[in-house]
């Protein structure tokens, strides 16, 4: 049963980089047969695609956020990471991490979130 | 890159049929089947629904179903249940292999 468990501070402080990991239990991210990515969502509003990674190292960003994020795989704690720069009030959201196999579009497993502020 | 459009609530008595549109370009939704939908419960994760604009995941109730033509891709939820009242999203691949999500559907279940 894959579970996937996302974690890093609730609080980020204006202009700082925020740093979120998800931690993969139950399958690994050393494989090129899933995509691992983020999604987030504002309070009230809806789901905003972040980014994507496959173990080959190929990334894929959302264009009007792409200059400010970073998703990479650490193979050897088994996580996906994201960094996302120069945080103001409109990155305030939950953040999802969640898994798409490769040749499909559905992404099939998700994590529970995590809520992040952007507040000094 | 702009959001899918969805129309923002859709409403139904139990056991009627509702549609869901989602409406891209022809970038998007008109240009790959790769078009997948989700149910949100206030509170929860997304829960995947349909894929690849027809197929349904391993558990999800036959009584969803998925469809698309031109730059539309249409989500049908039949004999509606109280447990259905949710939001909707569709999410679309996109050329310059990235993906966009549709702003997102109130179902009320009357």
């Known amino acids: 049963q894959l579970q996937l468990q996302e974690s890093g501070p609730g609080l980020v402080q204006p202009s700082e980089t925020l740093s979120l990991t998800c931690t993969v239990s139950?399958?690994?991210?050393?494989?090129?047969?899933?995509?691992w990515g983020w999604i987030r969502q504002p309070p009230g509003k809806g789901l905003e695609w972040i980014g994507n990674?496959?173990?080959?190292?190929?990334?894929y960003y959302n264009p009007s956020l792409k200059s400010r994020v970073t998703i990479s795989l650490d193979t050897s704690k088994n996580q996906c990471s994201l960094n996302l720069s120069s945080v103001t009030a409109a990155d305030t959201a939950v953040y999802f991490c969640?898994?798409?196999?490769?040749?499909?579009?559905?992404?099939?497993?998700w994590g529970q979130g995590t809520q992040v502020t952007v507040s000094s | 890159q702009s959001a899918l459009t969805q129309p923002a609530s859709v409403s139904g008595s139990p056991g009627q049929s509702i549609s869901i549109s989602c409406t891209g370009t022809?970038?998007?939704?008109?240009?790959?089947?790769?078009v997948s939908w989700y149910q949100q419960h206030p509170g929860k994760a997304p829960k995947l629904i349909i894929y690849?604009?027809?197929n349904r995941p391993s558990g999800v109730s036959n009584r969803f179903s998925g469809s698309k033509s031109a730059n539309t891709a249409s989500l049908t939820i039949s004999g509606l249940q109280a447990e259905d009242e949710a939001d909707y999203y569709c999410?679309?691949?996109?050329?310059?292999?990235?993906?966009?999500f549709g702003g997102g559907t109130k179902l009320t279940v009357l």
């Open positions: 969640a898994r798409r196999r490769a040749g499909d579009s559905g992404l099939e497993d």
């Open positions: 139950g399958g690994s991210v050393s494989t090129n047969n899933y995509y």
């Open positions: 990674i496959v173990y080959s190292g190929s990334t």
């Open positions: 022809s970038s998007d939704v008109g240009r790959y089947n790769s």
């Open positions: 690849d604009v027809t």
């Open positions: 999410n679309s691949y996109t050329t310059g292999s990235t993906w966009v």
